[in-house]
């Protein structure tokens, strides 16, 4: 079995953590909440109890849904600072994490719109990358990643493109002219 990596500083532990994930976007915030909180906190991370954690997010309550999702981040950073056994117990497993509204039907764009939006584009390459997008439900980030090598070209007039996207999940989206 593989050594676990360890930390001798709360710095160093929140590092490791951060690089654990992916996305950029993750890393960001999740840098970002465990650095409000150590700053809010105000002693080290091995020193931090339960009614610490929990006046921390008590003082989130009525802001934003993004704000409040601080919980899952923290939560995060205790259950891997056990798991590397820089801390002995993890008092983020006792906090339960609040309901946060779903917001993505307020993103989503309505088909006519994108239709005329995808209409009124001239240039093909663009047009092409639109009807994709759309089409395949693709994330920007996904979009912007894909290569030649990632594009494949299918009968009647379909083509193929394997998509990586959030959680390095692959999956193939097939797009209709």
């Not at 088909?111 to 439900?137: C, H, V």
């Amino acid at each position: 079995m593989p050594a676990i990596a360890q930390a001798d500083t709360d710095a160093q532990l929140v590092d490791l953590w951060v690089r654990r994930h992916e996305s950029p976007n993750t890393r960001r915030n999740y840098r970002r909440q465990a650095e409000r909180f150590m700053a809010w906190i105000g002693k080290p991370l091995v020193t931090v109890r339960l009614g610490d954690l929990q006046g921390y997010l008590q003082t989130l309550e009525g802001q934003a849904s993004a704000t409040r999702a601080a919980t899952a981040a923290l939560k995060s950073l205790f259950t891997f600072a056990q798991e590397t056994r820089f801390l002995r117990f993890n008092v983020g497993k006792a906090v339960k994490s609040p309901s946060v509204k779903n917001t993505l039907a307020e993103r989503i764009m309505p088909e006519t719109d994108m239709l005329r939006l995808i209409g009124m584009e001239a240039n093909p390459r663009n047009r092409a990358l639109l009807i994709l997008l759309y089409g395949g439900g693709l994330r920007i980030s996904e979009l912007c990643g894909l290569c030649w090598r990632d594009l494949a070209e299918r009968q009647d007039g379909e083509g193929q493109a394997t998509v990586y996207g959030k959680g390095g999940k692959t999956r193939a989206v097939v797009a209709r002219s």
